[in-house]
């Protein structure tokens, strides 16, 4: 569906809700060759440091690029994974059952001094 100009006619969100298009690259990526493309991919951008001479800056930088390239590789393998159901979540902090209910009090948990 690309638009005249080249412009994507749809999201990324949209893209996981269109059965059709989900399930074609699922069989893509889910290939021989689309496991290989993705496990080369991910080697070629294995995150290296750089030498303990660099300004810090420059291996942040330099580890940013890897974090970036490993981010867009998991975008591509989430594509062909439908979006999960918007299900609102109850604002209430009166849950029961909750941790918080079955922590010990503060006296339970200060430590006995013996003399």
Same mark, same amino acid.
Request: with cysteine.
């Given at each position: 569906m690309i638009t005249k100009g080249g412009n994507v006619g749809f999201s990324y969100e949209d893209f996981r809700r269109t059965d059709e298009l989900r399930m074609e690259w699922g069989r893509f990526i889910?290939?021989?060759?689309?496991?290989? #493309?993705?496990?080369?991919?991910?080697?070629?951008?294995?995150?290296?440091? #750089?030498?303990?001479? #660099?300004?810090?800056?420059?291996?942040?930088? #330099?580890?940013?690029?890897? /974090?970036?390239? /490993?981010?867009?590789?998991?975008?591509?393998?989430?594509?062909?994974?439908?979006?999960?159901?918007?299900?609102?979540?109850?604002?209430?902090?009166l849950a029961g059952e909750s941790d918080h209910e079955r922590m010990p009090s503060e006296t339970e948990t200060r430590g006995v001094i013996r003399p």
């Open positions: 889910n290939s021989d060759i689309g496991k290989i #493309v993705l496990r080369v991919m991910r080697e070629k951008y294995r995150p290296e440091d #750089v030498p303990s001479n #660099v300004d810090a800056l420059a291996s942040a930088r #330099v580890l940013s690029q890897f /974090h970036g390239a /490993h981010s867009c590789l998991d975008d591509l393998e989430r594509l062909a994974m439908p979006l999960a159901p918007d299900i609102p979540i109850d604002a209430s902090y």
